[in-house]
């Protein structure tokens, strides 16, 4: 008897697997807001970095599991109804805050082009072998900085390399361990969908 695991279809993310339903429309609806709300609550964890206004958060990794779990396009619409209800005025981002134009709002326009980046790398695989989806959350992780640190810095009126060392170098640790966990748990969750095919 064999235990090769039976073939996931290729183009597929994690979303894409749940049992079909007559209402795919309200499936993708609850996925997207239910990833707008996980990111909302990792966003909670937050602990304040000595001299950044940006503390260290979940919602970077929420963010990236979220567009990796759900594809580019329910991840860009789960991190668009995020920003958009935060900018509304719903405390949800980072620590409680919300509104735009804070020190840390680059970041989130960062996260949701990430998610989309790596929603679409998901779906081409990127989320399915432990080198891939390091790959994958360190592209994503570098979105989140390209647009997060120039936002600080013009947002605070610090240099480029003060807003490097306040808005970067403090997170890479925890990055790292946070692309460990997901190296961990995507690839793990394709080889159970895989036995369970």
């Known amino acids: 008897m064999s235990t090769a695991a039976a073939p996931v279809r290729t183009g597929a993310v994690l979303a894409d697997l749940l049992p079909a339903v007559r209402h795919r429309y309200a499936v993708d609806t609850a996925l997207v807001v239910g990833g707008a709300a996980l990111t909302g609550i990792a966003a909670q964890i937050a602990v304040q970095v000595p001299g ?20 580019a396009r329910r991840g860009f619409l789960s991190l668009a109804v995020y920003a958009l209800v935060g900018m509304a005025g719903i405390p949800w981002f980072a620590g409680g805050s919300s509104g735009a134009g804070g020190a840390s709002f680059g970041y989130v326009l960062g996260m949701l082009l990430a998610a989309t980046v790596v929603g679409d790398l ?74 369970r095919g």
Not at 52 to 71: E, I, N, Y
Not at 158 to 186: N, Q, T
């Open 52 to 71: 950044s206004p940006v503390p260290v958060t979940g919602q970077t990794f929420a963010a990236l599991l979220v567009g990796t779990a759900l594809g």
């Open 122 to 195: 998901a779906r081409r695989g990127g989320d399915r072998s432990v080198l891939r989806t390091a790959g994958t959350m360190v592209l994503g992780s570098a979105i989140i900085y390209a647009v997060g640190v120039p936002y600080l810095a013009l947002s605070t009126g610090m240099s480029a390399s003060a807003a490097i060392a306040a808005g970067l170098v403090p997170f890479l640790l925890g990055d790292a361990l946070k692309a460990a966990l997901a190296m961990g748990a995507l690839p793990a969750a394709w080889k159970l969908v895989g036995r």
